[in-house]
């Protein structure tokens, strides 16, 4: 028994590629009638026929379109915007995009209250660090070296104004104590 000749998906003869002669694939073991060979020829004379005539048609259909948006005032730049526009709001609706828009905004939240609870934890220690014993001595000795220094200012100005003050009062003693050694 002879197997079928047309296996369908199966078949080992090629397929022609695009532009190539159909006659010319055809295997010696299928001979064509000369009746079927100008079949072909006249079948491949109207497709290649119809390719030119589409081709045609595109090309006026796209000058047209030219003509269109020439007279729309629609340029280049326009329909770059408008496609980077459109590109725009395509990326922005796809859920990949929505996630890690969600997922960016959590992190700024958590990053956002991870500063706020430093920026306590800092505020809370300059507090703790001024109600030392040791920065209230501190005081002490600044504000006595400021009425030392100042003499009739009320006692309690802002810690900057008692810092200036004990900064110029070093300096005066200072140059008090080389102008004394230069007099003896």
Known sequence: MEPPRDQGLLRSDSIPEVGEDAAATVSMAETLSEE????LRKELAKVEEEIQ???????????????IKRKLGINSLQELRQNITKSWQDVTSTTAYKRTSETLSQAGQKASAAFSSVGS?????????RNSPTFKSFEEKVENLKSKVGGSKPAGGDFGEVLNSAANASATETIAEQTEEETH
């Open 53 to 67: 005539t589409l081709s045609q048609v595109l090309a006026a259909k796209e000058k047209h379109l030219a003509e």
């Open 121 to 129: 934890v800092i505020t809370k220690k300059f507090e703790d660090v």
């Open 36 to 39: 079927e060979q100008d079949e």
